[in-house]
């Protein structure tokens, strides 16, 4: 399974860290990504992570201002969002998957709950 906390109201340009920790059969070969849908939207892609070597991805949108991060000792990914915008306000999901790519929603097999990130302007 996977939860999902860290939400929460910061004003334009703060800063947030959202933490998903892992249980389970979830392991190094799973990659684990972050998705967000705010009212009325799709879902979005915004990072991932392979669990095993540690690469990376980001949506462009928050290139530069968000770091998706791993501690394998805690069994938890991080997504440390700075210079949050009110655009950023969304509910974050944490899923993860085994393989294909990790930037469409179709295809995460394990979701976490999701965390309301709200960015006040």
């Known amino acids: 399974q996977l939860q999902a906390s860290g939400g929460g109201l910061v004003q334009t340009g703060g800063s947030l860290r959202l933490a998903c920790a892992a249980s389970g059969y979830i392991n190094s070969a799973f990659f684990l990504g972050w998705f967000r849908q705010a009212s009325g939207t799709e879902r979005e892609f915004v990072s991932a992570?392979?669990?095993?070597?540690?690469?990376?991805h980001y949506a462009e949108s928050v290139k530069g201002r968000f770091t998706i991060s791993k501690d394998d000792l805690k069994d938890t990914v991080y997504l440390q969002m700075n210079s949050l915008k009110p655009e950023d306000t969304a509910t974050y999901y944490c899923a993860a998957r085994l393989g294909g790519s990790v930037y469409f929603h179709q295809g995460y097999s394990v979701w976490g709950q999701g965390t309301l990130v709200t960015v006040s302007s």
């Open positions: 992570i392979s669990l095993g070597n540690g690469r990376t």
